[in-house]
């Protein structure tokens, strides 16, 4: 019920809906309003399509900023946590399931991190549908294979951001481990502290992949399959953020 909630209310779906319900006034003999609610949907979807909008999307979540090296170091954290992002299913090249390029660009950031500060690394996430092993598991075998950085914990049962924090909280508290450097995209990060903090774990946040400023030119209103991606990420963030302060009480 919930994924149908969800995909009903995100980009492209709700546009289609939105495209949808005007072609159904219009053939209804509501021309007027059933142009008006489709041309409102053609704006919306330029709109989603531009780095402008998508930059606009993002900025509201991105509010923590990057941790520079020196502050990684004097972080006194006792561990680095990294999240999952998704993964391609079976991939011709590999021969098996391997991370996609968000998890990747995550993964690559802890690795920076890691040789930084010589802290052990947990991995977080648990096996989605297709999958033949967790997450988790292809992240640790990311890291150790073409990172060259060993990982400690693999927290393999996670579906969800709340899960994540739920479950890793369960590995490194009984290890005397509370605070914890966490790895994870910029938009996703005020959630992701969020659930963590309340897992009971102090966080030191890293995000990593923040989206470059606008430079207002012409190109920031061209829209692009990339921009739709971007400004898709930043409509789930801000919609799970609120989803999150509702169902979970986070701040």
């Not at 969800?6 to 142009?35: E, F, M, Q």
């Not at 390029?101 to 648990?126: F, I």
């Not at 060259?148 to 005397?176: C, F, H, Q």
């Not at 692009?224 to 990420?233: E, K, T, V």
Request: charge should be neutral.
């Amino acid at each position: 019920m919930y994924d149908t909630l969800k995909n009903l209310v995100l980009p492209p779906t709700s546009l289609v809906c939105v495209l949808a319900i005007g072609l159904g006034l219009a053939a209804a003999g509501r021309r007027r309003a059933g142009w008006a609610v489709m041309f409102l949907g053609t704006v919306l979807f330029y709109g989603l399509c531009t780095p402008y909008v998508a930059n606009r999307l993002n900025g509201a979540v991105q509010t923590i900023p990057a941790l520079s090296d020196e502050a990684a170091r004097k972080s006194e954290a006792q561990a680095i946590v990294v999240l999952s992002g998704g993964f391609m299913a079976n991939a011709p090249e590999y021969g098996e399931d391997v991370v996609d390029h968000v998890t990747l660009q995550r993964l690559r950031y802890a690795a920076h991190l890691q040789r930084l500060t010589n802290l052990p690394v947990l991995t977080s996430g648990g096996q989605l549908d297709r999958a033949h092993i967790s997450l988790a598991a292809m992240m640790k075998h990311a890291l150790e294979n073409d990172f060259g950085v060993p990982v400690m914990w693999t927290e393999d049962n996670s579906a969800d951001t709340y899960e994540n924090a739920a479950r890793s909280a369960a590995i490194l508290k009984p290890a005397g481990i509370t605070r914890v450097l966490l790895v994870t995209h910029a938009a996703h990060m005020p959630r992701s502290v969020a659930v963590f903090t309340a897992a009971g774990l102090i966080v030191v946040p890293a995000p990593t992949a923040f989206l470059p400023p606008l430079h207002m030119t012409a190109s920031d209103f061209s829209p692009s399959l990339s921009a739709f991606a971007d400004s898709f990420y930043g409509f789930y963030e801000l919609l799970g953020t609120g989803w999150y302060a509702l169902r979970h009480r986070t701040p």
